[in-house]
């Protein structure tokens, strides 16, 4: 699994700390000390209790969210404000770049079409083979029922 390209997709989300363009030159070493603080903190994608289960972010990734809108300029590698307004949008924009989504059962619905504006990365599988997913490839992130 490649590092750099996890942390460029959490740099996607707004992971506080991390930027897209500084993520592209760093060294391997600054890739390591990047990656063992978010190791330290797993990111949580939580569920609706609900079929298909849409993933979302919790509420207190807002204000970094909004920070790094603020300073993007020409950093935002074609992502729109409004692909992170929320934590649905969040979880589709980290999943929707980062390369290692095939290894989930995670389908990407970008909804424009007639009747729908419905967007989002949705969980087809069960949680607990998300996260064991994620333990077997040592990734720090988890899968958690919202509200829980």
């Not at 978010?38 to 209790?49: G, H, K, L």
């Amino acid at each position: 699994m490649d590092r750099r390209n996890f942390l460029k997709a959490l740099a996607a989300i707004g992971v506080a700390g991390l930027s897209a363009r500084s993520l592209a030159t760093a060294s391997e070493r600054a890739i390591e000390r990047a990656w063992q603080k978010v190791a330290n903190a797993p990111r949580i994608f939580y569920v609706r209790d609900e079929y298909p289960y849409t993933l979302t972010t919790e509420p207190g990734y807002n204000a970094e969210i909004a920070e790094m809108i603020a300073a993007w300029g020409e950093d935002g590698a074609g992502i729109t404000p409004m692909d992170c307004a929320t934590g649905q949008g969040r979880a589709m924009t980290f999943f929707y770049h980062w390369e290692e989504t095939a290894n989930f059962d995670i389908r990407l619905v970008d909804g424009d079409c007639p009747g729908s504006s419905y967007f989002g990365a949705e969980l087809c599988s069960s949680l607990e083979a998300a996260n064991e997913i994620a333990s077997e490839l040592e990734l720090p992130i988890r899968f958690a029922w919202q509200g829980v």
